[in-house]
């Protein structure tokens, strides 16, 4: 089993609907948590960090469960920018060091 | 402008035939990894350094060496780069190597081994 999992989709979305998409991790001493947003053979860029209480920006919300060891990603009033593949990284200890392990990510594609 | 660069951005190459690829960060970021990424495996680990002369291996690092002699650079290097070794690499940088720090990352190299 992977240490972080998603789905890889894709998931096709209409323009304006709203999507929502899972991660689960399998390290209960994972310690912060990503949503990196990266374009089609592009670098991965930061979209939004994950913190316990949960957190929004703009059409963006984070939640990040640690029951089910879970996070998820909503976005409302999708653009067709928002087309993209979301990765996410979960910061788990290894020793007296962090790594970050990323999952495979979930492949968003809106349509007109 | 703050960034990581990469060179090159692609390379086509054989068997055997040693590489390096570098890395530089205008940052004055302290912490610099390469990645590796696969189609339905996500970003993998080859290499870490926490700061200058401190390297570590990462989850992949078999058949890759690095070298962190100055703060900004951070080469990969391939001695004898074999098929399994085509892949698209990133480096990428951090303030310092702790749990909360953003990764910027390089443009990517998109390598292919023949």
């Known amino acids: 089993r992977k240490e972080v999992e998603q789905d890889p989709g894709p998931f096709n979305v209409p323009e304006g609907a709203t999507v929502a998409f899972n991660c689960t991790y399998s390290n209960s001493a994972s310690q912060s948590f990503f949503w990196y947003r990266q374009d089609c053979r592009k670098e991965p860029k930061l979209l939004m960090s994950?913190?316990?209480?949960?957190n929004e920006d703009g059409r963006f919300t984070a939640q990040l469960n640690r029951a089910s060891q879970y996070i998820s990603l909503l976005i409302r009033d999708s653009k067709l920018s928002d087309s993209a593949t979301y990765l996410c990284v979960v910061n788990t200890a290894r020793g007296s060091n962090y790594q970050l392990i990323w999952g495979a990510g979930t492949k968003l594609i809106i349509k007109p | 402008e703050a960034q990581v660069t990469q060179n090159p951005r692609y390379l086509i190459t054989v068997t055997g035939k040693k590489l390096t690829v570098t890395c530089s960060q205008n940052?004055?970021?302290?912490?610099m990894s390469w990645y590796r990424q696969d189609p339905g495996l996500g970003l993998r680990q080859i290499y870490y350094s926490m700061n200058v002369e401190v390297t570590d291996k990462g989850d992949v690092p078999e058949g890759y060496k690095v070298s962190r002699k100055e703060k900004r650079n951070f080469p990969l290097i391939l001695e004898s780069p074999s098929p399994n070794q085509t892949s698209l690499y990133f480096c990428?940088?951090?303030?310092?190597?702790?749990?909360?720090?953003?990764?910027?990352f390089g443009p990517g190299t998109r390598l292919t081994v023949l």
């Open positions: 990428a940088s951090s303030l310092r190597g702790t749990s909360y720090n953003e990764q910027f």
């Open positions: 994950v913190y316990s209480s949960g």
């Open positions: 940052m004055n970021h302290e912490y």
